[in-house]
């Protein structure tokens, strides 16, 4: 990120704290899938895969 990809998000009428909020949530799912694959976890056999049914 650069402050030009920042004034990007502005101009489409994101406020500081929902970039900030943003960042945090991709954060925090990026760090807890790469502890989950890290441990062999496996998806819960319930969940629907994406774009299926």
């Known amino acids: 990120m650069t402050p030009r990809?920042?004034?990007a998000l502005r101009t489409h009428g994101l406020t500081d704290?929902?970039?900030h909020d943003a960042a945090q949530v991709?954060?925090?799912?990026?760090?807890?899938?790469?502890?989950?694959d890290g441990l062999g976890v496996e998806?819960?056999?319930?969940?629907?895969?994406?774009?299926e049914g």
Not at 26 to 36: E, K, L, M, Q, S
């Open 17 to 19: 704290r929902a970039i």
């Open 26 to 36: 991709t954060g925090f799912f990026n760090y807890i899938t790469r502890i989950a």
């Open 5 to 7: 990809d920042l004034e």
């Open 43 to 51: 998806p819960e056999d319930f969940i629907e895969e994406w774009g």
